[in-house]
């Protein structure tokens, strides 16, 4: 009988309810808190919700909620008797002796809604498994997507006014102002692009685009060894190209400053050695996670990105490159495909909060010529989607043998950037190291 009444009953713990809301009757100053916690469906009883709507309205108004102010809201907004009546709110104050439990009150009503919450979306997801028209895999990612957001407090679509967005915005550039920073996002390291952008910024889909061989994947670690071995901010990369010891490789070579020939042919001098281990070691110790998966899926490419952020923590991620990413339906033209990914890598950048660094192809007919947005191969939508667009360019020199090689000047074009300026950052490529660096101009 017991059991039947579990599974028949939702958890709900009508007390912690009824203490959360007596508490903030005798401490309205608990409301700051307890706000950023708790939404009215995360009350089980209807009075309890009805009541936490009004005291969420005249906070919204700068009004100190006590039994008189919240008495007069509901009956202003009709909802008194559905609150249970002036009785109901008067006897709150009575569950709970004072405020100092508040935050615990409020956990224990966030906890039981979480359950609930659970409860609700397993019975659809067990609907959705015994519908054997739909792939298993797109289940499984939606379950995951929907943990995830469980996980970050995030159950349902939050709509912002103006009365929340204005002080938060002004917080923001106060701290901005406090802390003298120079950068609101995640530094690249290259001053010229940082001083642009401030930063890669969170929920920003970035891509990075280029012709083969002008250093898309260099520049995408040159970056990466930046933020995740000199600033040790955790960064997660996905080579859909090249193996995990290939991308190790290229990260001692630029870091110890060795030639990545010299590594892989194993001509190393005696003072290589010592270089090598001093770069080895610093690598060691970054919070660098790499995923090398050839032909990732797009849902598995979703799936390991929320694993890096809920275990590693993850703060910004690297896509190399998005024409490899596969997508479910491998038959519609190229242009829907990309169309899909980049759609998706945008919706994951504001899922996760986190930045995302795309490194795309641009057409043929960029060859010797700068790129611009026109020629982002697959398809238009990625220069729709994406917040900053940059190509790489550098110039062709005739070998011996006839063939081009890129020279060492380089440029970053910045060609999009939705909310800051574009314009053009100068560089300097070092072909042994495979490595990107800052070009001193006159007077510097």
Known sequence: MENALKDSVPPHKLDAEQATLGALLLDWSAM???VTLLRPEHFYSMQNQTVYKAMLSLFTKSITGDLLTI??????SGDLEKAGGTAYVASLTDTVPSAANISHYAKIVFDMATRRSLIKFSSEVKAS???ETRDSRLILEEAEKRIFALSEGDQTTPIHDMKEV???TIQTIEQHYTNHSTYTGIPSGFARLDNMTSGFQNSELIIIGARPSMGKTALALNMMEYIAVQNKTPCGFFSLEMSYEQIGQRLLSQEARISGNKLRSGMLKVEDFQKLQDAAGRCFE???Y????????LIELRTLARRMVIDHGVKIIFID????ISVENANAPVYEQVSEVSKSLKALARELNIPVVALCQVARDAEGNEPNLAQLRGSGSIEQDADVVMFIHRDRKKTEDGSAEPVQDAKLIVAKQRNGPIGDVNLIFLHSFTKFENKLEDGE
């Open 290 to 297: 790499i995923a090398d998966v050839p032909n990732m899926k």
């Open 129 to 131: 498994a015994f519908d």
């Open 166 to 168: 204005v002080p938060q």
């Open 32 to 34: 700051n808190t307890i």
């Open 321 to 324: 490159y998005i024409g490899l």
């Open 286 to 288: 970054a919070p660098l």
């Open 71 to 76: 008495i007069n809201e509901l009956t202003q």
